[in-house]
């Protein structure tokens, strides 16, 4: 299966597990990462920059960046992918440095076995 389909499909399954105000929206089908296999698998990292984001993740043409309440990582694990959903433009309380946004882990953190979603999917 080529990856990007297995992101979309994977994106598609999990969308009845997302706050209800993003089901159904474009949200779910505007990112995905072009060059996923070169993140780091060990560290998937709970920081996100805005402009490491920029680097990896391809908006929608029309899409504004102040208008995206989430964004969706594929990380690439040793024996997984996982997709962490990360809210951007809020701070927690224990991040403060600057141009930092939520972790995955304060908003959700969505991950199944790449192996058990193949055998799924056929």
Same mark, same amino acid.
């Given at each position: 299966?080529?990856?990007?389909?297995?992101?979309?499909?994977?994106?598609? !399954?999990? &969308?009845?597990?997302?706050? &209800?105000?993003?089901?159904?929206?474009? *949200?779910? &089908?505007?990112?995905?990462?072009? /060059?996923? !296999?070169?993140?780091?698998?060990?560290?998937?990292?709970?920081?996100?920059?805005?402009?490491?984001?920029?680097?990896?993740?391809?908006?929608?043409?029309?899409?504004?960046?102040?208008?995206?309440? *989430?964004?969706?990582?594929?990380?690439?694990?040793?024996?997984?992918?996982?997709?962490?959903?990360? /809210?951007?433009?809020?701070?927690?309380? &224990?991040?403060?440095?600057?141009?930092? *946004?939520?972790?995955?882990?304060?908003?959700?953190?969505?991950? /199944?076995?790449?192996?058990?979603?193949?055998?799924?999917?056929?």
């Amino acid at each position: 299966m080529v990856k990007g389909d297995l992101i979309n499909t994977f994106m598609e !399954e999990t &969308s009845s597990q997302l706050p &209800s105000a993003l089901t159904g929206s474009r *949200y779910l &089908s505007t990112y995905w990462l072009p /060059r996923v !296999e070169n993140l780091d698998a060990g560290k998937p990292g709970f920081l996100v920059e805005m402009e490491a984001a920029k680097k990896w993740i391809l908006p929608s043409p029309v899409m504004d960046w102040a208008e995206v309440p *989430y964004m969706f990582i594929p990380i690439h694990g040793y024996f997984h992918w996982s997709l962490m959903v990360v /809210r951007i433009f809020t701070i927690t309380p &224990s991040h403060r440095q600057v141009n930092t *946004y939520d972790c995955g882990v304060h908003v959700m953190a969505l991950t /199944r076995s790449l192996i058990q979603l193949d055998d799924k999917l056929g």
